[in-house]
């Protein structure tokens, strides 16, 4: 028997899932969807170790998003569905490369969620410095899954405001920031103005080169969730209108947030006054003299990180569910509640979400947030590139004319992103981090790129799993998503 929602008239996709995303809702989601802390936060320990060169390496980063999301979008309009690149993937590469796609992107947000949580904890003992950043991390987890459970529509509200709340601060900032350069602005010690993009010694590039080079694989990762519009085109009420003009708009209108945002940063500070672990707009703030102002942006911090988390709960539980259907998940994954939420896939993440909580406490704090983040960045990289070499072979397969937003300068264009990731992925080795206590350096970077192997062994022993459980490797749903693109090519 049907499960039926009353609660909203919204129709429902061949997935099961409500259509109740509406334009404002895809609109701001891409707009807003990949502005979080990478920027709010990350931005000042960036460019203390890089300098106004960091402006670049978001430009660069800027471009390769640009690429991806014309990648994705050429995917997107030949066929939509929630499962987006993971059905892709298996439409493409056959079973093995949906698994490796699913479980990729979950070792993505399974990090990036624990160390958003464990951010928010951070960001919270600002106001609340005796509130341990655990409980703050748990209670910040517990609505986010109310939330997500609630609807895919309280979802799209949730994500729409703190878009709007993350869009508007950045906005104000980037008027505000103008005018303080145009009328030379004393902010502490200095004035604003161009000047200090060339005030240290090296000029913009105080650190090197290869330092502006060297910190792409953060900044990536700064851009993570850009993809979300894929995963969403499931969920929306008109995906073939909607698709495309958030394409276009939303690469155009981030690279202009995260580049002028930097850009301004750099002309209103010289950039060794701004250090890791504090907002940069912060510091701005304080050294005007409007700390108030600073609180204010440290509130729109707590709601970037919410907003990413709410992202990852939402997107990953779309894919888990995609892959218990594939047979590449346990099949309870795929339990669905009435209001066509995929309630058992988003318990199961955040149940990861909460251990990986238990064990930063567990590791007394010491460098969980870091360790979260650089392995994440390999599935984010994976990611990537598992889009870009769909787009790839969709081209090659059913060529230009099987979807109608075509990937300009294909496959040129989708071989420099697969390049570009390549050579960034290379970059994460060399990266360090300074224990603050000790002044130790280690390298996390290293670190992580030897993750890779035991993550390859994991997700190779998983595959066998699946074969021995299931007996075939040609999942139905697989077949009936290629169906289902035959009938619309």
Avoid at 69 to 74: F, Y
């Amino acid at each position: 028997m049907p499960v039926h929602d009353h609660s909203s008239p919204a129709a429902v996709s061949a997935e099961g899932y409500q259509k109740s995303l509406t334009r404002r809702h895809v609109q701001m989601i891409a707009m807003g969807g990949a502005i979080g802390v990478g920027l709010f936060m990350g931005a000042g320990g960036r460019l203390a170790s890089t300098g106004p060169a960091l402006v670049f390496s978001y430009a660069i980063a800027g471009a390769i998003a640009y690429l991806l999301m014309r990648a994705l979008g050429e995917l997107v309009m030949y066929r939509q569905t929630s499962g987006s690149f993971v059905s892709y993937a298996g439409e493409m590469f056959g079973p093995k490369g949906a698994y490796l796609s699913g479980w990729m992107y979950f070792v993505n947000w399974a990090m990036t969620g624990i160390a958003e949580l464990l951010a928010i904890g951070l960001y919270f003992q600002y106001f609340f410095p005796n509130v341990p950043v655990e409980v703050s991390a748990v209670c910040a987890l517990v609505l986010l899954v109310a939330v997500n459970l609630l609807s895919v529509r309280a979802f799209g509200e949730f994500e729409f405001w703190a878009s709007v709340l993350k869009v508007g601060a950045i906005s104000l900032f980037l008027i505000a920031g103008t005018v303080m350069v145009v009328l030379n602005t004393q902010i502490g010690a200095t004035r604003a103005a161009p000047a200090n993009l060339l005030a240290g010694d090296g000029g913009m590039f105080p650190h090197g080169v290869f330092a502006m080079v060297l910190v792409l694989n953060a900044v990536i990762f700064a851009y993570n969730a850009i993809e979300l519009v894929g995963i969403t085109a499931g969920e929306m009420e008109d995906p073939q209108r909607e698709v495309p003009r958030a394409i276009r708009a939303v690469v155009l209108r981030i690279v202009v947030f995260y580049v002028g945002s930097v850009l301004l940063l750099a002309m209103l500070l010289p950039s060794g006054q701004y250090k890791a672990g504090v907002s940069p707009f912060v510091t701005v703030f304080d050294q005007l003299g409007a700390g108030w102002i600073g609180d204010v942006m440290n509130l729109v911090v707590i709601t970037a990180a919410l907003s990413s988390c709410n992202t990852g709960l939402y997107s990953i539980g779309r894919i888990f569910r995609t892959m218990a259907d594939n047979g590449h998940a346990p099949h309870w994954l795929t339990r669905m509640s009435s209001r066509r939420v995929p309630y058992a896939a988003i318990l199961a993440i955040a149940a990861v979400y909460l251990v990986g909580i238990l064990v930063n406490i567990w590791a007394g704090g010491t460098h969980a947030f870091d360790l979260a983040l650089n392995t994440a960045s390999i599935g984010v990289i994976f990611t990537w590139g598992s889009i870009f070499a769909c787009q790839l072979m969709l081209r090659r397969k059913r060529g230009g004319s099987a979807s109608t937003l075509p990937m300009p300068g294909s496959p040129w264009t989708s071989w420099l992103g697969l390049g570009a990731l390549a050579a960034i992925t290379v970059l994460i080795a060399f990266d360090t981090m300074t224990d603050k206590a000790t002044g130790e350096v280690y390298p996390i970077g290293l670190y992580t790129v030897l993750s890779v192997p035991v993550i390859a062994l994991l997700l190779w022993l998983g595959w066998l799993l699946v074969k021995r459980r299931e007996g075939s490797l040609a999942p139905a749903s697989e077949d009936t998503d290629a169906e289902t693109a035959d009938a619309n090519a």
